[in-house]
């Protein structure tokens, strides 16, 4: 089954057969299940094109302006109320709100675009992505934050982990404060990349953290079973789920 992204694409390029054939597809699946009334609730993007696939067609199955077969082979309906891609206003469908891309790495950009465009079709929904790539003081906050609110996701790397635990923790019984303590898991963080040590996959660029303290239950399933289809670990945390390529 074709996508609505990839018919949306062909309309945007001014690729008519390509999307003509995507919409004939997309008129035939089943309608009893949530996911096809979703993708048909989606559907509605396509209708800003007059693009409507009940149209009466000929014995070639091309569609017809007026329901009878003519001379032209061209699809009446489509050369005729398609905006030019000159003129169209469409902007290329982009269910995650992330200002961060260009710091991922290839295979967690690739993994999240697919990730949302998945989601997008399940749900009708977009994704925001609260964290990607951090520095090492950016990862030092974020574990400041976690073991502030004991909060603190599981770390594979239970060695590195009571590294920066350590040096959290002697900053606060010297009473270092936020920014001492931060200061201080910074430079073990550091240190540790150095050797090629990462505590988190948000020091390359290989994860992100998608918002979800505002999501349904069924809607975190959709995005879990969207990130695996995708390629991605999956870690429920507390308000987000971290996506892990
Ligand atoms: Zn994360």
Do not use: C
């Not at 694409?9 to 699946?29: E, H, S, T, V």
């Not at 964290?131 to 060695?159: C, I, V």
């Not at 290989?206 to 995708?230: F, H, P, Q, T």
């Amino acid at each position: 089954m074709m996508s609505l992204s990839v018919i949306a694409k062909a309309l945007n390029d001014g690729d008519l057969a390509l999307a003509w054939i995507g919409a004939l597809q997309l008129g035939l699946p089943e309608l009893a299940d949530g996911a096809a009334v979703n993708r048909m609730a989606a559907a509605d993007r396509l209708l800003k094109y007059n693009f409507n696939p009940a149209e009466p067609r000929d014995s070639h199955g091309r569609w017809t302006t007026d329901g009878s077969a003519g001379a032209d082979p061209q699809p009446q309906l489509v050369t005729q109320n398609v905006p030019s891609p000159a003129t169209a206003q469409f902007d290329p469908p982009s269910h995650v709100h992330f200002s961060g891309w260009d710091k991922l790495s290839p295979k967690a950009r690739i993994g999240l675009a697919r990730t949302g465009d998945l989601y997008y079709e399940q749900t009708g929904g977009d994704l925001t992505v609260t964290s990607g790539k951090r520095t090492p003081q950016g990862q030092a906050q974020a574990m400041y934050d976690n073991l502030q609110r004991n909060s603190t996701p599981h770390y594979s790397n239970q060695a590195a982990f009571h590294q920066i635990v350590e040096a959290y923790n002697d900053a606060v019984a010297t009473g270092a404060g936020q920014q001492g303590a931060v200061d201080a898991m910074t430079s073990v963080i550091e240190q540790q990349v150095s050797q090629g040590v990462y505590i988190s996959a948000h020091l390359t660029g290989d994860a992100v953290d998608i918002r979800s303290r505002d999501m349904s239950d069924e809607e975190k399933d959709e995005l879990e079973e969207a990130a695996i289809s995708a390629g991605a670990r999956v870690v429920i945390e507390t308000n987000n789920i971290h996506l892990q390529f």
